[in-house]
């Protein structure tokens, strides 16, 4: 059974800036047996075992007095705790004075909270030369220990005193005490990265970079790969390419072209280090009329209110660095990065500034498109990303009631309100709009298609995209087992983790330019992916998708999808029904629908998932028929319906060596009976890392849902989603944001 959980504690304390004599020093003593010292620490990500942070006192504090503990630009953990010794980040502490001590953690939610821990004098005094020790993820009773943050970064450790007892905090001047997170030394993964549409003989750009198993672009990588490509681009390609000190991790090679139209795929292949890739596909075309361009209006730099992961422009988040990810690393065309929430300009006006200096030192028609953008917090309403056209854009405070965000920005030609599940999902009951302008379908939290469901059901006519809402990780890096981000922890202890910062928009324009861009977004050329580069091209009755129009009778849809790895399902739904479904297990799939009886008005969209977990959707066709029928046929299976599976035919599978991993983990850390007849279902290689799946019911209303338990980490990590097909089939109870009849529930 589950340990029972204490009611949580939060820590709301601010320390005020100082130089007291007081001394901390910290150690990391990883489970290797090997530890690393001093106020100054470099630590690969991922590394599992001990923080040590001990304080020796110079000047007495009295009883009533004491010391905070914070952690700036990077997590200990979801959530440091000290009742339950056999978990994850558990926190102790042990002292050699003779006062009293106790110790404050904060275990509400340490990812919103810089403060992780106070220790109190509740009797007697701390005296000079008096010491003590606090432990975060002490393994001494059997527990898991604590992990470096899985993202490169530059953080901190503050550590502040009160000396008298009147609940004001001092920094020692030690503090603070940095931690710079390098990526692992040995690359999991490589990428190759091409564009979509190009021209013969067109010059282009193909990037190659290498990762580490937390998807960290792996600066240590050395090794030399080979090149291929399709039949007729071999005579364009280098045979091969070496990474060495110079390129850290990130190689482009210039001036690659194809001679003849067709559809091409690159490969790189190194096989000393067993690394391969398929590049996604690219289309030559004569000329062509439109190209497929590739983004992110929903990512984080610096300024960061919430969060404290973002409040220092270091090397990882300054906007200038976040573009120059895009730029290599994603080989975007066009990126918003922006503050996680809208800096006091009063207070910071360098924050706001220094997005604007990077859009216009990114700003290069015809390659790169920069967009200012930052995400506001109403409070109530759900939350948006604003995106704008222009770079002297200002902003509105972070939150501004969601009616002043409305008033100010919802019929502006040259502002995007983009819905999002970050925070607060958005509740158009409570807030209708005329349009959902923008609809973020898929995001480092997870997949959401129940938000276009709803969005439908109130009549908008949304453009659908994904974006990443990456706040640490590599912005354009593929998409992780990175803990902390799921949407699942609203029923779990421990935050689950979720699709990383791989998620993209995908939009259809005439060129890579500004105006371009902006319009074919207002004009819904658009579609979503969960990273892959997939080339997802729908139209009904000769219309693109995003179009609004009428029929006299049926309505014919045309498919065609190039992919980044087999396709394995291709669903047609037409407004909460799956009219049609696919299996095609190739890369590349043409595909017809005659719609003979559509709705009087019925939007239709493709939902594609392919063999490695990645999906991508379209944006809808809205189509009116004068003739049509009033109500979907019954017999059609609802859009998140999921055809039966009898779990008892699914073993013996490779799945199973997992399972008592998977037990044991959630006996200690959460609920077992969470989770009703758990069956292995075999492993998976998909782009967020080595996974054992196993299917389950949600024991409190027998829904079904799968758990990845991602055994390759040292601390292994799980993510779980709603279906035994993870598109979103629901919101998490706590999420639901509209009233019980908008629920979907299973055929």
């Not at 000079?128 to 975060?136: C, E, H």
């Not at 970064?153 to 502040?160: N, Q």
Request: glycine share 8%.
């Amino acid at each position: 059974m589950a340990r029972a959980i204490p009611q949580r504690v939060s820590i709301e304390i601010q320390p005020v800036p100082a130089a007291e004599p007081d001394r901390c020093d910290v150690a990391f003593r990883g489970s290797d047996g090997a530890t690393d010292r001093g106020l100054a620490l470099t630590l690969p990500a991922g590394r599992v075992g001990t923080w040590e942070l001990t304080v020796t006192v110079r000047e007495t504090v009295p009883a009533g007095g004491g010391f905070l503990f914070q952690r700036l630009g990077f997590l200990l953990g979801h959530r440091v705790q000290d009742y339950n010794p056999p978990g994850r980040d558990y926190v102790t502490l042990e002292s050699n004075a003779a006062a009293n001590l106790r110790l404050v953690v904060n275990s509400l939610n340490q990812s919103h909270r810089p403060s992780f821990a106070q220790v109190v004098v509740t009797a007697g005094v701390l005296a000079p030369g008096d010491r003590f020790t606090l432990r975060v993820g002490d393994r001494r009773q059997g527990g898991a220990g604590s992990e470096v943050y899985d993202a490169t970064t530059l953080g901190s450790f503050v550590f502040a005193v009160d000396r008298t007892g009147s609940g004001t905090y001092r920094t020692l001047a030690c503090s603070p005490a940095t931690v710079r997170i390098t990526s692992e030394p040995h690359a999991d993964m490589l990428r190759v990265l091409g564009p979509s549409i190009v021209a013969p003989n067109e010059p282009f750009a193909l990037h190659l970079i290498a990762f580490d198993r937390h998807r960290n672009v792996c600066d240590q990588y050395r090794g030399t790969v080979t090149l291929a490509g399709s039949a007729g681009s071999h005579d364009i390609l280098p045979p091969s390419v070496s990474f060495t000190t110079q390129e850290q991790g990130i190689l482009i090679v210039e001036d690659v072209r194809l001679t003849s139209p067709g559809l091409y795929r690159f490969t790189a292949t190194d096989e000393r280090n067993g690394l391969q890739a398929l590049s996604n596909p690219t289309r030559c075309e004569p000329e062509p009329s439109r190209r497929l361009y590739w983004g992110e209006l929903h990512c984080h730099s610096w300024g960061d209110t919430t969060l404290a992961l973002m409040s220092e422009p270091n090397f990882k988040v300054h906007p200038a660095r976040r573009h120059d990810q895009a730029r290599q690393v994603g080989r975007l065309d066009f990126c918003a990065p922006g503050p996680m929430s809208a800096p006091n300009d009063e207070d910071r006006p360098e924050v706001w500034q220094a997005h604007q200096a990077a859009f216009r030192a990114n700003d290069e028609p015809g390659t790169y498109v920069p967009f200012l953008a930052y995400e506001a917090h109403p409070g109530t309403g759900g939350d948006r990303n604003v995106v704008f056209l222009g770079h002297e854009a200002t902003h509105l405070p972070m939150k501004a009631a969601m009616n002043d965000v409305m008033a100010t920005y919802g019929a502006r030609a040259d502002v995007l309100l983009e819905a999002h599940i970050g925070g607060g999902p958005p509740n158009w009951t409570a807030y209708p709009t005329k349009e959902a302008p923008l609809l973020e379908i898929t995001s480092g939290h997870g997949a959401f298609e129940w938000v276009l469901q709803r969005a439908l059901r109130h009549g908008y006519h949304p453009a659908v995209i994904g974006s990443s809402d990456v706040h640490l990780p590599t912005l354009g890096a593929p998409m992780a087992a990175h803990c902390f981000r799921g949407r699942f922890n609203h029923e779990l202890n421990i935050r689950d983790t979720a699709f990383g910062s791989g998620q993209a928009a995908g939009v259809f324009a005439a060129a890579c330019e500004r105006e371009a861009i902006w319009q074919a977004i207002r004009d819904r050329r658009t579609f979503a992916t969960t990273g892959a580069r997939i080339i997802l091209d729908v139209s009904a009755n000769g219309e693109p998708a995003g179009s609004i129009i009428e029929s006299d009778g049926v309505v014919d849809v045309h498919i065609r999808a190039h992919a980044c790895a087999q396709i394995e399902r291709v669903d047609l739904i037409r407004g909460n029904r799956c009219l049609a479904a696919w299996f095609p297990s190739t890369l590349d799939a043409t595909l017809y629908h005659t719609d003979e009886q559509p709705l009087g008005e019925g939007a239709y969209y493709v939902r594609l998932r392919q063999s490695d977990g990645e999906y991508a959707w379209s944006t809808p066709v809205w189509v009116s028929c004068a003739d049509g029928s009033a109500a979907p046929s019954p017999s059609l299976p609802l859009w998140n319906a999921h055809e039966p599976v009898d779990l008892s035919l699914l073993r013996p599978n490779a799945a199973e060596q997992y399972q008592a991993d998977l037990m044991t983990y959630l006996e200690i850390e959460e609920d077992p009976a969470l989770f009703r007849d758990l069956t292995p279902v075999g492993l998976l290689a998909e782009a967020p890392g080595r996974a054992a799946l196993f299917y389950a019911f949600y024991a409190r209303d027998g829904w079904p849902v799968s758990i990845r338990w991602y055994y390759e980490f040292d601390l292994p990590r799980i993510h779980v989603d709603w279906g035994w097909r993870d598109f979103g089939a629901r919101p998490t109870p706590t999420n639901i944001a509209e009233p019980a009849e908008m629920k979907e529930s299973l055929a």
